[in-house]
């Protein structure tokens, strides 16, 4: 069993940058796909960007290629999403999402192929 923990979130003017981390405990971090989603009030959750967990690569929603970015830290069972050029639409709690490793190796993006969820930290960038 997976335990995640988001830390990060706050309350940030459009224009602006965040850091999210998600630390992971109870399983072996380096053998799972780790996601970010979020959800804003009113609306589904939906992808924001997810790492594979061999070969490093990387999958991210349109909304936010080029201004976000994923990375993990194996050593410190940590994962990552810096989020730069915030803007209102991007207001939401962010979650991360763990996925034991799979064969192909593929990159998970709808969150029903997820297994394990944070607690979820609050994201505001002000206009």
């Known amino acids: 069993q997976v335990q995640l923990v988001e830390s990060g979130g706050g309350l940030v003017q459009a224009g602006g940058s965040l850091r999210l981390s998600c630390v992971a405990s109870g399983g072996t971090f380096s053998t799972y796909t780790m996601g970010w989603f979020r959800q804003a009030s009113g609306k589904e959750r939906e992808f924001v960007a997810a790492?594979?967990?061999?070969?490093?690569?990387?999958s991210y929603a349109d909304s936010v290629k080029g201004r976000f970015t994923i990375s993990r830290d194996n050593a410190k069972n940590t994962l990552y999403l810096q989020m730069n050029s915030l803007k209102p639409e991007d207001t939401a709690v962010y979650y991360c999402?763990?996925?034991?490793?799979?064969?192909?190796?593929?990159?998970?993006?709808?969150?029903?192929?997820?297994?394990?969820w944070g607690q979820g930290t609050q994201v505001t960038a002000a206009s």
């Open positions: 999402a763990a996925r034991p490793a799979s064969i192909p190796i593929t990159i998970a993006t709808t969150a029903i192929e997820y297994d394990y």
């Open positions: 790492i594979n967990w061999i070969g490093g690569g990387t």
